[in-house]
């Protein structure tokens, strides 16, 4: 090794250390709560199986294609001996099964090959599927054809490519091609197929199963023309493999870990957030029937404001520690004042415009609900009082989610936008019902 190779050799160690730790930090600092975990299992258990893997330092080549292209034949040439069941019906391999790769150079490190069901053009979902998962965790992918490439094979392989996985593409079954028929097909791959996703240089033929036409002498003296099964070719196809281990194996795994790190760790959050989200809803929704029901059963004017308020500064601080923002009883009531001011001055009669009478009615018509005993000023009140509570909390909610931060256009830009997607009526009508049963449980059991 010279220097500069030496150099190289170095960066690519530190690399995978990086990569490595990087995905354990990941591993342990994803912090997930029993419900969280839900759904992620599987993610999760793979992303350790990935880790341990790394930890091992065995690097992982999957074969990858449609049915009967000699996936598993090629696993066995390579290997030296059968080990994987082939033959010319579709669909031999059925679930994928691994085998270390003995008998290459020490220095290349473990290798383990991984022998996975085929593609099917027809059917066979299912095992595409498996097919696909193990595509996605091996470090490197054999993807092979035989011949011409098909859409299907096209699309799956842009499809791992777009994900980044490092693939050689095998072109088997050579011995069915003359000379000049590879070179065309090779062409057309290059320039048509496959291009941009796979450069020339990871392209390689192979036989791994060659048939060889041979004479064979019959009784009558004449002569029969058999295909006996030759020796595999397959040299090229290891020489490029052995290649790329030894300059990328490292690299390769490490890079794999961390793609696969990086979707589960995208879906880790898109979870938290989907729970949180709705946690925040329910939390709101919580806090706008409570404060309309109280000041429903409270019509006060001074008593509704404190009341009220009391209400959505609680709310406020929930709502803070559900998005890790601190924030101390001043802050939230502060924030609150500036939501009000956002809504254009929060009096009830400024909502109450701000929100449209034509809600008002919805609420007022009540439908002969149980509470028409109650003085329709104290209902009005109450569903404003509720829907009001929504809005900020929905206010609050964005500024917290946002970081503590309305964004570029100020407070009164958010609260509106929010306020516009409000459908008030509708919230009327589920505050109606909620309040209904609220009431009823409460104070007026048996009367409604
Ligand atoms: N002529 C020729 N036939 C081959 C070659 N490689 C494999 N075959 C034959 O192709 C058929 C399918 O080979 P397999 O290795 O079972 O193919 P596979 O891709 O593993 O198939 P599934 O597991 O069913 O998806 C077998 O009959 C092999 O003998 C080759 O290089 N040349
Ligand atoms: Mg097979």
Redesign the pocket.
Known sequence: MNSSEQFADLQRELACRRARRAVSELVTGLDLTPRERQGLEEDLQELQETLDKLERQVVQIA?F?????????????LLGQSV???????????CQEARAWEGIPRRVGGVELV?????DEVDGEDRGELAAAVARRADLVLF?I?GDMTRRERDALVALRQVGKPLLLVF?????YSARDRREILHKLQTERVAPWVTPEDMVW??????IPQAIPQPDGSLDLE?V?GE??IEALREKILTVLEREGKVLAALNSLLFADTVSEKVTQRKFFLRDRRAERLIWNAATIKAAAVAVNPIAVLDIALAAAVDVTAILTLAKLYGVAMSERGATELLQQIGWGMGGIGAADLLTTLGLGSLKTLLGGSGIGLAAYPSAALAQAGVAGISSVAIGKAAKSYLANGASWGPDGPRAAIRRILDTLDEDSLLQRLQTDLRRKLELSRFGGDA
């Open positions: 074969v294609g449609l049915v009967g292209r000699g996936k598993s034949s090629i696993l066995n040439a994987f069941a082939t033959g010319p019906l579709h669909g031999v391999t059925r022998d996975t069901p085929g593609l092979i035989a088997n079954k050579a011995d069915r192979c036989a791994a199963a060659p048939l295909m099964l595999p070719q």
